[in-house]
């Protein structure tokens, strides 16, 4: 009887040490210790088996299960503090392993709005070859919006440009061309300016009128300026926008202030001159209005027009834009439609559009 209750014990004890063996977490060690040590598990077996020793016997026997389970219950004591201490280190190492210095996840920015990306880049091209970028106000004075421009309160040609009239007898500016007489005014002959801003026309909305965009003016004046002055910065700047080389013609184009007045067309950039819908097949789409300032617009800003010529020209930057990313409603710019947005390359500290 003794003998078997001795083998009996060190198969308990083997299991219990595979048990040990086995278990990777601390829960699972409690686990297999309570399933050994319970009324099922095969050393609770052993001790509730005292009983049926015979009664000289069962204290002895009883010891001997008890010590047992006491060098059991101990070794799994043992293990537990093993395993509590790979935790901590694991967890230590863990905390060590996160570097707070390093970068977080990359959020993507956004980028520029397509009109301000033109934008940026124009003034670029132009600022290499010395125009400055100057401001002016978006709530206008009849004086600079019109007068100033050769256009007197009675001329047919204030009725081109639908006004926002304001109760403070200001308007929202129509053009960007107001500009032209504040820098003459302010910076004088000679001077190269560029001047980008938000432009404002009473016109009912379509796919290609709004009543917000953005125009660029530019403005070179200084000793025999001449079309050939300005056919060459245009085409330069058409250029270096679109990234090809382009072709341009010049039709008449009333303006009061320019004369002669021009308008500018450039081969067509999706065709490249052979003809498709978006230059209604003729090669050709109108880009910008430009002309030879008028003597009466340099007399108004202070300039000699007997010394100085110069050329001007109003780029519409929300029709540039259209044409340079394809976007077909002008509606799309000014909704908030993020599809209109696009991925710029920064250069220059600017951003500009990935290569197309
Ligand atoms: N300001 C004119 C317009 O918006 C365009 C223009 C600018 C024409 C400069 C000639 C020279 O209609």
């Not at 595979?18 to 060690?29: C, F, G, H, P, T």
């Not at 010590?67 to 503090?81: G, M, N, P, S």
């Not at 920015?109 to 978006?138: K, M």
């Not at 209109?340 to 250069?347: G, H, K, L, N, Q």
């Amino acid at each position: 009887m003794i003998e078997e209750l001795t083998d009996e014990l060190r198969k308990v004890n083997e299991e219990a040490q595979r048990l040990i063996a086995a278990a990777k977490s601390v829960d699972e060690l409690r686990v297999a210790e309570s399933r050994l040590t319970g009324k099922q598990g095969s050393l609770g077996k052993l001790l509730g088996s005292i009983g049926k020793f015979p009664p000289e016997q069962r204290g002895a026997v009883g010891k001997e299960i008890n010590q047992a389970k006491a060098a059991i219950v101990e070794q799994f004591a043992a293990a537990r503090a093993r395993l509590e201490q790979t935790a901590d280190k694991a967890a230590a190492t863990a905390a060590q392993t996160y570097d707070p210095t390093l970068p977080g996840p990359v959020v993507p920015r956004g980028s520029v709005h397509p009109v301000t990306a033109v934008q940026w880049e124009v003034e670029d091209i132009l600022s290499r070859l010395g125009f400055v970028v100057v401001g002016g106000p978006e709530m206008e004075t009849e004086y600079y919006n019109f007068e100033a421009l050769n256009i007197p309160a009675m001329h047919p040609a204030r009725d081109m440009q639908d006004t926002f009239w304001l109760d403070n007898g200001r308007l929202l500016r129509t053009h960007t061309s107001p500009c032209q007489v504040r820098a003459m005014e302010r910076l004088s002959a000679p001077l190269r300016i560029i001047s980008p801003g938000r432009c404002f026309r009473y016109e009912t909305e379509d796919a290609s009128h709004a009543n917000t965009f953005f125009q660029l003016e530019g403005l070179m004046i200084d000793r025999n300026i001449s079309i050939a002055n300005l056919i060459a910065v245009m085409k330069l700047v058409l250029e270096q926008v679109f990234h090809r080389d382009v072709k341009v013609r010049l039709r008449p184009g009333f303006f009061p202030f320019v004369e002669p007045g021009f308008e500018l067309d450039m081969s067509c950039a999706i065709c490249g001159g052979s003809g498709c819908p978006t230059c209604k097949r003729s090669g050709w789409v109108e880009i910008l209005p430009c002309g030879m300032v008028h003597p009466n617009v340099l007399r108004f800003g202070g300039i000699d027009s007997r010394e100085y010529t110069g050329f001007a020209f109003g780029l519409g930057l929300t029709r540039l834009a259209m044409m340079k990313y394809g976007v077909r409603d002008i509606r799309a710019l000014n909704a908030g439609d993020l599809r209109a947005i696009i991925r710029p390359e920064r250069r220059n500290g600017r951003a500009i559009i990935a290569k197309d």
